[in-house]
């Protein structure tokens, strides 16, 4: 086979890597396997492997994930015994790898934890791949491996998934006309543009799942929290040239770091970014900040039917005869004007009107005529319970503590639990599954909602496990 020019694209000095790790935190989690195959004008030069001994024992999850074992790493060299054979195969060459911030950004931790350093274009497979053929479903390394009828002789090895890498960006060029590829790949690999106070590694440090990030402003005071799919896309979105609302150009201005942690999945963002914002009250967050009190709807029978009110309540008692919990009156209001109004309810048999005479909503046609004599009390007094039925607490459906499980797709699982729609904690292990049973709950109605929604939509990647069953 002729080789390609090496101005073609997909032709130069490239470095297809996979690494095996003990988990999915690039800050805390090591390397246990390095992979890398080597193209030179579009041909395989060299093949490298080697196991790494990370000083840590590997989760059981990643064991049975990779099938690399304690036994297998005991005594393989720690990563500092083959950071400079890494750096030689990788120093000059495109950084190519599936799920590319994924890797690029272990290897770049593994590095500065020796006081040295790496940079390096990058180029994501899983992205050339959407970008290849964006009509398509699927893009992870096995989607990709059977739409192109690639074969792997050793798959979540880290040499195996290398070597499938070098063998798609063959097919891209041989399948795709030279100069769409080159225009494609050259998209692919600009780098978008932060704020200039802020680092330019930040881009290649930011990961692509899901997770929650902080920004911080001067003094390292809490800017924002918020949570994503993808944390690096969504980062990035705040400070693009496109965005003019005044939240985010207050953003470019002020923020001078970022932060992140990482979840197994968006349900565990959803969790963690509720929780740190009613924690940690960032300036620019208003939407789950923890309010100092709540309010709800209560109803009084007297003898012209239930009467509204609107109270403040206290969220962690029983909710009683309440319904529904605002953060403030104005909103407890609005939500009960909208029913009214939609109901054709009367404002007046609520309480919500004076004087004499028919209502407002009576006279508008607004209203079927409670205050009229036109429907019976009995009637209106029952549409009135089942028009705020929906905004009532439900009750638990379950004995005790249920506990749902996300797993991400390197095999990274966390176990949310909760008890009477509070949230108990995110547990990763036996052991801490363990030690959130001594946690004291609270309902908070943010937490509440989440739950809900992912109890009445569920989904594949979310498994409810029932922890104190009967």
């Given at each position: 086979?002729?080789?390609?020019?090496?101005?073609?694209?997909?032709?130069?000095?490239?470095?297809?890597?996979?690494?095996?790790?003990?988990?999915?935190?690039?800050?805390?989690?090591?390397?246990?396997?390095?992979?890398?195959?080597?193209?030179?004008?579009?041909?395989?030069?060299?093949?490298?492997?080697?196991?790494?001994?990370?000083?840590?024992?590997?989760p059981w999850v990643i064991q049975q994930f990779?099938?690399?074992?304690?036994?297998?790493?005991?005594?393989?060299?720690?990563?500092?015994?083959?950071?400079?054979?890494?750096?030689?195969?990788?120093?000059?060459?495109?950084?190519?790898?599936?799920?590319?911030?994924?890797?690029?950004?272990?290897?770049?931790?593994?590095?500065?934890?020796?006081?040295?350093?790496?940079?390096?274009?990058?180029?994501?497979?899983?992205?050339?791949?959407?970008?290849?053929?964006?009509?398509?479903?699927?893009?992870?390394?096995?989607?990709?491996?059977?739409?192109?009828?690639?074969?792997?002789?050793?798959?979540h090895r880290a040499l195996g998934d290398a070597?499938?890498?070098?063998?798609?960006?063959?097919?891209?060029?041989?399948?795709?006309?030279?100069?769409?590829?080159?225009?494609?790949?050259?998209?692919?690999?600009?780098?978008?543009?932060?704020?200039?106070?802020?680092?330019?590694?930040?881009?290649?440090?930011?990961?692509?799942?899901?997770?929650?990030?902080?920004?911080?402003?001067?003094?390292?005071?809490?800017?924002?929290?918020?949570?994503?799919?993808?944390?690096?896309?969504?980062?990035?979105?705040?400070?693009?040239?496109?965005?003019?609302?005044?939240?985010?150009?207050?953003?470019?201005?002020?923020?001078?770091?970022?932060?992140?942690?990482?979840?197994?999945?968006?349900?565990?963002?959803?969790?963690?970014?509720?929780?740190?914002?009613?924690?940690?009250?960032?300036?620019?967050?208003?939407?789950?900040?923890?309010?100092?009190?709540?309010?709800?709807?209560?109803?009084?029978?007297?003898?012209?039917?239930?009467?509204?009110?609107?109270?403040?309540?206290?969220?962690?008692?029983?909710?009683?005869?309440?319904?529904?919990?605002?953060?403030?009156?104005?909103?407890?209001?609005?939500?009960?004007?909208?029913?009214?109004?939609?109901?054709?309810?009367?404002?007046?048999?609520?309480?919500?009107?004076?004087?004499?005479?028919?209502?407002?909503?009576?006279?508008?046609?607004?209203?079927?005529?409670?205050?009229?004599?036109?429907?019976?009390?009995?009637?209106?007094?029952?549409?009135?319970?089942?028009?705020?039925?929906?905004?009532?607490?439900?009750?638990?459906?379950?004995?005790?503590?249920?506990?749902?499980?996300?797993?991400?797709?390197?095999?990274?699982?966390?176990?949310?639990?909760?008890?009477?729609?509070?949230?108990?904690?995110?547990?990763?292990?036996?052991?801490?599954?363990?030690?959130?049973?001594?946690?004291?709950?609270?309902f908070n109605q943010d937490i509440y909602r989440?739950?809900?929604?992912?109890?009445?939509?569920?989904?594949?990647?979310?498994?409810?496990?029932?922890?104190?069953?009967?």
């Amino acid at each position: 086979m002729t080789a390609p020019p090496t101005d073609a694209p997909l032709a130069g000095a490239i470095a297809c890597v996979d690494l095996e790790t003990t988990g999915g935190n690039a800050l805390h989690d090591r390397v246990i396997e390095a992979g890398i195959v080597l193209l030179a004008s579009g041909r395989v030069v060299e093949e490298y492997s080697t196991l790494v001994n990370p000083g840590v024992r590997i989760p059981w999850v990643i064991q049975q994930f990779t099938g690399i074992s304690d036994g297998m790493v005991a005594e393989a060299p720690p990563f500092a015994e083959v950071c400079d054979e890494l750096l030689a195969r990788l120093e000059g060459r495109l950084f190519v790898a599936h799920n590319a911030r994924f890797d690029y950004g272990f290897l770049r931790s593994e590095f500065r934890r020796l006081n040295r350093s790496y940079r390096a274009s990058v180029l994501c497979t899983v992205r050339l791949s959407r970008a290849l053929t964006p009509e398509l479903r699927g893009h992870n390394l096995d989607a990709v491996m059977e739409r192109y009828g690639i074969h792997c002789a050793a798959r979540h090895r880290a040499l195996g998934d290398a070597q499938v890498l070098a063998e798609f960006l063959r097919i891209a060029r041989d399948r795709w006309p030279a100069d769409e590829l080159a225009a494609i790949v050259d998209r692919l690999l600009q780098a978008p543009r932060l704020p200039p106070q802020l680092d330019a590694g930040l881009v290649e440090d930011l990961p692509e799942g899901p997770g929650v990030y902080l920004l911080h402003g001067e003094g390292d005071a809490l800017l924002y929290v918020g949570k994503a799919k993808n944390i690096q896309a969504r980062v990035l979105g705040h400070f693009a040239a496109d965005r003019r609302s005044r939240r985010e150009l207050e953003l470019s201005r002020l923020v001078r770091r970022v932060d992140w942690i990482e979840t197994a999945g968006e349900f565990g963002a959803l969790l963690l970014e509720s929780r740190l914002v009613k924690e940690r009250r960032p300036l620019l967050n208003r939407r789950l900040r923890a309010s100092p009190g709540l309010w709800t709807i209560r109803l009084g029978d007297d003898t012209g039917g239930p009467c509204a009110t609107i109270e403040e309540s206290d969220p962690a008692m029983d909710p009683g005869d309440g319904y529904g919990a605002f953060r403030n009156r104005a909103d407890a209001e609005r939500a009960l004007a909208g029913i009214v109004r939609d109901q054709e309810l009367c404002a007046k048999r609520l309480g919500l009107e004076s004087g004499t005479g028919s209502c407002i909503g009576f006279q508008l046609g607004r209203c079927r005529g409670a205050c009229a004599g036109r429907e019976a009390a009995a009637v209106h007094a029952l549409r009135v319970r089942m028009a705020l039925a929906r905004l009532k607490r439900r009750d638990w459906p379950f004995a005790g503590r249920i506990g749902i499980r996300e797993r991400d797709w390197r095999g990274i699982e966390e176990i949310h639990v909760f008890d009477r729609w509070c949230h108990l904690g995110t547990a990763q292990g036996a052991v801490e599954l363990a030690d959130l049973e001594r946690r004291p709950a609270e309902f908070n109605q943010d937490i509440y909602r989440i739950l809900l929604r992912a109890l009445e939509r569920p989904t594949a990647s979310l498994q409810l496990v029932e922890l104190d069953r009967r």
